[in-house]
C-alpha cells in the first residue's frame, strides 16, 4: 500500500459492534454480552471443549442467528446448539463458519471489481472532493479505474459504501434455526476447537543432603483460540485421547508471539476419574484471554523423601567382537526418584517438565537440573536424570575377548572380560550402580563384585567407591548366540 494512501472505512449503517445488518437483514446477532457461562474443557492435545450459554431473542419460525466470538479454531462439524428454556419446537436448519475477518486488506479484496469512492482533501482550503472508482486489482499495491483513466496507488481516502457478505469483524458462527416460541431464549452451543492447550510444570527445590524435596505443581494454560473466554469454568483432562486426524489443515486465526506467563493466584486443583483419563476442575472461575499465558496452581508437597544414585550404563555392541578401549572418563548419571504419595502427593501427575533447585553455601536457590516425567498415577515412582556427576568419572575397557565355539552366525559363543575403573573425588564414599545390557544366552563366568540380574538381559552391580578413591570392576562373561 503506498504511504500517501489512507483507508478509511466509511461503512454506512453498519454497526461494527453489533449485527451485521446489511450484510444480512434477517440475521439476529449474539455477543458476548448476551453470555450467561461458559465452560472450557482443555486436552494434552491442542484440543478443547467449550460450552457457551447465552440468553438470546428470537422470532417464532426460522431465523438467522449470528453467534460472534466463537472460537477462530473451531471444527464447525462439532458445533451443537441446544435450547435449554423452550427445546419444543425447537430444530437446527443450517449452520455456516464465517472466518474471513474484517481488515482493510480484506476489505479491499472483496471490492475488486466493485465500485468505491476517493476521497481528497485540498491542502491549501480543506475542501473536500469525492470521485467515484472501480478497483481492478490489489495485487502489490490498489489499482482503480476511474472515469476518464486508471491510477495505481491514488492519493486520498477509500471509501466503501457497503460491507461484503460473510466478512465478520470477529469469527461468527451463523445459524439458521427454528423455533416454536418466540423471546429471550436460554441457548447453549458447544463444539471442539483448537488453540487451547495446557502442560504441567513442577519446581523442586531438594534439601541440603538430598534426601528430601519441596515440590510445588503449575498446569500453564495458553489460549491462541482468537477470542477470549471470561469468567470460565475451566477442567483440564490428562490423558491420551485418541483423535482422528483430519487431512485438511484447520483454519488459523493469527499467529501472535507468545507472552511472558500471568501467575494467576489460586488454590489446588480437584481431580478426579474420567473413564481412562483424570479431570482436575479450578474450583473458581478465570478469564482465558486471547494470546495470554497463563499459571493456576497444582499443588503443593513439602519434605518428600528422595533417593539419589549415581549410573554408569553400558551397551551390548561390545559382547559380539574385540573392542579393546572402550572409553576414558566416561560419565556417570545422576538421577533421583520420589514416590507419589504422602507429604502432599497422591494425585496422579499429570506430564509435564520438572525442574530442580538447591540452595547453595550462601542460600541462593541454583538450578541443577531438570527431566520430563510422563502421567505418573499415585503410590508410582517418578525417577529424574538431572545432569551427569562431575567428580564421578569410569575407564572402561575390555581386556579379553575370545570365540569359544560356532560355525554358523546363529551359534555362536563368545567370552568377554572387562575391567571398569570408578573414580570417586568427592570428600564422601558413594555407590555407582554399573548396568550392562547383554545380548543372547549369557552367564558371569567371574566377578570381582557380586552382581544382581535385574532382566533378562541386564547385569548389575552396586559398586561402592571411597571417598577420594578408586574401586576397579572386572568381569568375564560367556554369551552364546
Excluded at 82 to 100: C, M, T, V
Excluded at 152 to 175: C, E, K, M, Y
Excluded at 410 to 420: G, K, R, T, V
Aim: aromatic share 8%; glycine share 6%; hydrophobic share 40%.
Amino acid at each position: 500500500m503506498h504511504k500517501h494512501t489512507c483507508l478509511a472505512l466509511l461503512i454506512v449503517s453498519i454497526g461494527l459492534g453489533g449485527s451485521f445488518a446489511q450484510a444480512a437483514e434477517a440475521e439476529r446477532g449474539s455477543t458476548l454480552k448476551d453470555q450467561k457461562q461458559v465452560a472450557v474443557t482443555i486436552y494434552n492435545q491442542d484440543l478443547a471443549l467449550v460450552k457457551d450459554s447465552r440468553t438470546v431473542a428470537l422470532e417464532s419460525g426460522e431465523n438467522a442467528l449470528a453467534w460472534r466470538d466463537v472460537s477462530a479454531r473451531i471444527r464447525p462439524e462439532t458445533a451443537l446448539l441446544r435450547n435449554q428454556s423452550a427445546p419444543k419446537g425447537f430444530y437446527l436448519i443450517e449452520q455456516n463458519f464465517d472466518f474471513d475477518l474484517l481488515t482493510p486488506q480484506k476489505l479491499l479484496e472483496k471490492h475488486v471489481g466493485r465500485k468505491l469512492r476517493v476521497i481528497k482533501t485540498n491542502p491549501a482550503s480543506g475542501v473536500e472532493t469525492s470521485e467515484e472508482a472501480t478497483v481492478l486489482s490489489v495485487n502489490d499495491g490498489v489499482v482503480l479505474q476511474f472515469a476518464d483513466r486508471i491510477e495505481s496507488h491514488p492519493p486520498g481516502r477509500l471509501a466503501f459504501q457497503t460491507l461484503p457478505d460473510n466478512l465478520r469483524d470477529r469469527p461468527t458462527l451463523v445459524i439458521n434455526l427454528h423455533t416454536a416460541d418466540a423471546g429471550s431464549q436460554d441457548l447453549e452451543l458447544s463444539y471442539l476447537t483448537g488453540g487451547l492447550s495446557w502442560k504441567a510444570d513442577y519446581v523442586a527445590e531438594l534439601s541440603a543432603k538430598d534426601d528430601r524435596l519441596d515440590l510445588n505443581g503449575w498446569v500453564t494454560l495458553t489460549n491462541q483460540a482468537g477470542t477470549t473466554f471470561r469468567n470460565a469454568r475451566l477442567q483440564l483432562v490428562a490423558g491420551d485421547v485418541n483423535r482422528v486426524r483430519d487431512e485438511i489443515a484447520e483454519f488459523s486465526y493469527k499467529s501472535m508471539p507468545m507472552p511472558a506467563p500471568a501467575v494467576a493466584s489460586a488454590p489446588r486443583m480437584s481431580e478426579e476419574s474420567l473413564f481412562e483419563y483424570h479431570l482436575y476442575s479450578l474450583d473458581r472461575p478465570t478469564t482465558l484471554a486471547d494470546n495470554q499465558t497463563k499459571q493456576v496452581a497444582l499443588l503443593s508437597a513439602s519434605q518428600v523423601p528422595v533417593k539419589k544414585d549415581f549410573q554408569l550404563r553400558g551397551a551390548d555392541y561390545y559382547y559380539r567382537s574385540s573392542q579393546a578401549e572402550i572409553g576414558r572418563k566416561l560419565k556417570v548419571g545422576v538421577f533421583v526418584e520420589f514416590e507419589n504419595k504422602g507429604h502432599g502427593l497422591g494425585i496422579p501427575l499429570p506430564k509435564g517438565t520438572l525442574r530442580v533447585y538447591k540452595r547453595d553455601a550462601a542460600g541462593n536457590a541454583q538450578f541443577v537440573g531438570e527431566d520430563r516425567i510422563d502421567h505418573t498415577p499415585k503410590n508410582e515412582t517418578v525417577r529424574l536424570k538431572l545432569g551427569d556427576a562431575f567428580d564421578i568419572t569410569a575407564d572402561k575397557k575390555q581386556i579379553d575377548f575370545q570365540k569359544v565355539a560356532g560355525t554358523g552366525r546363529y551359534n555362536y559363543i563368545y567370552d568377554a572380560a572387562f575391567q571398569i575403573d570408578l573414580k570417586n573425588a568427592k570428600s564422601e564414599a558413594v555407590v555407582v550402580k554399573v548396568q550392562e545390557p547383554i545380548p543372547g544366552d549369557w552367564e558371569v563366568l567371574s566377578e570381582s563384585h557380586e552382581h544382581n540380574k535385574e532382566a533378562a538381559n541386564l547385569a548389575v552391580w552396586n559398586i561402592p567407591v571411597p571417598a577420594e578413591g578408586k574401586t576397579t570392576l572386572t568381569y568375564r562373561v560367556r554369551v552364546k548366540y
